[in-house]
């Protein structure tokens, strides 16, 4: 059986790829080769396809990966019936939601604030109290 997948070229950081039939059940590095028909860079978004030649190996039964698919989709290839197309409605679920950092509380935040306050909030008070202590002792010398 055939597939048509995605073999990465290109130089370290910078992937380009080459779209290739090969024997399914081997690895894509390591897989005989039947034909390539075409490349993809997706950096520039820009794919140079053979599309008569991808027509062929699909309609004897060459199955395309689900980014090959996207490509040759986009290109305007007929595909037949029987390749799954990807639902691009659904969308990934995420693992460990809560730990997101947008979905901490913000209390954390406020909690180095609150002491701040409160070491600024006693001295206040002491303010406060010095004075009326200090007017009560200036009455009575007063009288």
Do not use: C, F
């Amino acid at each position: 059986m055939l597939a048509i997948r995605l073999q990465r070229v290109g130089r370290k950081g910078y992937p380009v790829y080459r779209i290739a039939v090969q024997e399914a059940q081997r690895h894509p590095s390591s897989g005989r080769v039947v034909a390539y028909v075409g490349t993809y860079n997706p950096h520039t978004k820009e794919v140079t396809l053979q599309k008569d030649l991808a027509q062929k190996y699909l309609d004897n039964g060459a199955q395309p990966t689900p980014r090959v698919v996207k490509v040759l989709k986009a290109e305007g290839v007929n595909l037949p019936k029987w390749v799954k197309e990807h639902d691009s409605k659904q969308q990934k679920s995420i693992k460990n939601l809560e730990k997101l950092r947008k979905n901490q509380p913000a209390e954390e935040v406020v909690a180095e604030e609150a002491p701040a306050e409160e070491a600024e909030a006693p001295s206040e008070e002491t303010t406060e109290e010095q004075p009326a202590e200090a007017e009560a002792p200036s009455e009575e010398k007063a009288e």
